[in-house]
């Protein structure tokens, strides 16, 4: 079945540092979400990409999909501590099943005051 | 706009008996997605429902678990002689369309086994 994966599994920084964390698919997707998920809390809808080589910006949040739209990238500026959490990557297939979002394992950042 | 709501919040059962985990999507919202995580693991797609419909239930293991999401009143993810593996948060989202669309998800309910 259709796999996305994300590096990596965890990242800390010193706040005022930035962070990248990567998804990719072996397969092409219809498009791709991010999401983020507090620490006990529940995932967050961030943002949807759907064409070739898209750029959006969230204030200091950047997402990038790739031109073969296989991979995705998620790039914070400047962490702050409210930017902790596990950032997920949400895949939804080309053709067939393409309701269904396939999650990545998450990016757990940590930000140190 | 009361969201998605969820619950119980918390569940605890014992090995053996039924857990039933109740989810009613966002007014407007006519699919209702489940998902279960595992502590550090994402998100794996259990049933994903229409009114009166299993759409894909293709995540769901076949024995002891069902869900249904009738014509009034919430969607149910029911869990029958529960083991201590059962343990997750169980993560319900709805969204307006099935495709281009981000999910609203509900806060969760966290099932204990003991």
């Known amino acids: 079945g259709q796999q996305v994966m994300q590096i990596p599994q965890y990242q800390h920084v010193q706040e005022g540092e930035d962070f990248t964390t990567y998804c990719n698919s072996s397969?092409?997707?219809?498009?791709i979400q991010w999401y983020k998920q507090r620490p006990g809390g529940h995932p967050v809808f961030l943002i949807q990409?759907?064409?070739?080589?898209e750029v959006k910006k969230q204030k200091r949040l950047t997402f990038q999909f790739g031109e073969a739209k296989k991979n995705s990238s998620l790039h914070i500026t400047a962490t702050q501590t409210t930017d902790v959490g596990t950032y997920f990557c949400a895949a939804m297939n080309s053709g067939g099943s393409n309701y269904k979002l396939t999650f990545g394992k998450g990016t757990l950042l940590t930000v140190n005051p | 706009n009361a969201g998605v709501m969820q619950n119980p919040r918390h569940l605890v059962r014992r090995r053996g008996q039924e857990a039933r985990l109740r989810c009613s999507p966002m007014k407007g919202h006519s699919h209702v997605y489940w998902y279960r995580q595992l502590p550090e693991e994402g998100l794996k797609f259990m049933v994903y429902l229409q009114k009166e419909n299993i759409i894909d239930e293709s995540g769901m293991p076949k024995e002891r678990f069902s869900a249904e999401f009738p014509k009034e009143g919430p969607s149910i993810l029911r869990i029958q002689q529960v083991v201590r593996g059962d343990s997750a948060a169980y993560f319900c989202?709805?969204?307006?369309?099935?495709?281009?669309?981000?999910?609203?998800f509900g806060s969760g309910t966290r099932l204990t086994v003991v």
């Open positions: 989202a709805s969204s307006p369309s099935s495709t281009n669309y981000g999910y609203t």
């Open positions: 990409l759907v064409k070739s080589g």
């Open positions: 397969t092409t997707l219809s498009n």
